[in-house]
């Protein structure tokens, strides 16, 4: 893409799909600040006027567009329209950055067909969507499609240990995460190693099915922790623990994540049986899904610990 940068060869319209957390955005990022560029050498240097203006949003010639509760419509891009009829502010270029661009409604799709078959000289499209099957054909027809594929979670925990994170905690944000700097500013955050050793001490409290648990669950974590992310990642690192155990007892070690903590995992999964296990997970799903209900919180994980050590 550099190349047809340089050699000014852009195309007019161009389409990012893939899912979530796949970089398209960032792509846009990227490729928008090569065009605006003061160095001129096809690719983006991060530090020009230009390329600070996009990255901060606030380039005249650059414009985004996102859904306005989840449908993008044709007054939008009557909008875009008329700010592309002005000449450039800035340069010879003018570029328009659609998020999820499936969420256009018909009027808007028939209105951007329009913007498509005639581009004003010098702008420059660019569609992003995680669901390509809700654009029309006319539409795809009329953009250079470029697909987008997100790292696998082996993938971005090899980066990760790469940079020095510990391979268990690695595996765990690689899992949690969806990308590749979701999972680094997990495992950046001072409390994620703290909520894993957290995860292990409940865990181990279960087990001794005593009043322990309750007491490590108010002041370990609902005493200090009162961000629903965070308790959320807590759980998610709980579901994780428990798969690590049943792992353990299918002989299947190669797929356990926390797989720098085997000594707990495995004094801990001698004493528990494969379908409390199971259930357990369950257990901690329908917790998961009851706190994004807003249910109590304190209520929800007293309830989830009680379960757990009942089961
Ligand atoms: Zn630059």
Known sequence: MHRSIKHNRLSHAYLFSGPKGAGKKKMAKHLTEAIFCLRQDGDSCGECKNCRLIEEGNHLDVHWVQPERNIIRKEQIKDLQKKF?????????????????????????????????E????????????????????????????????????????????????????????????????????????????????????????????????????????????????IDLFLDLLLLWFRDLLLFLLGQESQITNNDQMEPIQKQALRISQRRLVEGMGTILVTKNRLTHYANLQLSLEDMVLRLQEG
């Open 85 to 117: 009829s002005y000449r450039a502010a800035e340069s010879n270029h003018k570029v328009y950055i659609m998020e999820e661009a499936d969420k256009m409604n018909q009027e808007a799709t028939n209105a951007l067909l329009k913007f498509l078959e």
């Open 119 to 230: 581009p004003p000289a010098g702008v420059v499209a660019i569609l992003l969507t995680s669901n390509i099957h809700g654009l029309l054909p006319t539409i795809l027809s009329r953009c250079q499609i470029i697909s987008f594929n997100a790292p696998s979670p082996e993938a971005i925990t090899k980066q990760l240990e790469q940079e020095g994170v510990r391979p268990g905690l690695a595996r765990a944000a690689a899992q949690i995460a969806h990308d590749l700097e979701e999972a680094r500013t997990l495992c950046q955050t001072e409390s994620f190693a703290q909520m894993r050793s957290l995860v292990i001490q409940l865990s181990e409290d279960i087990m001794e099915r005593g009043t322990y648990a309750l007491v490590t669950i108010h002041d370990k974590l609902l005493k200090q922790e009162k961000d629903p992310d965070k």
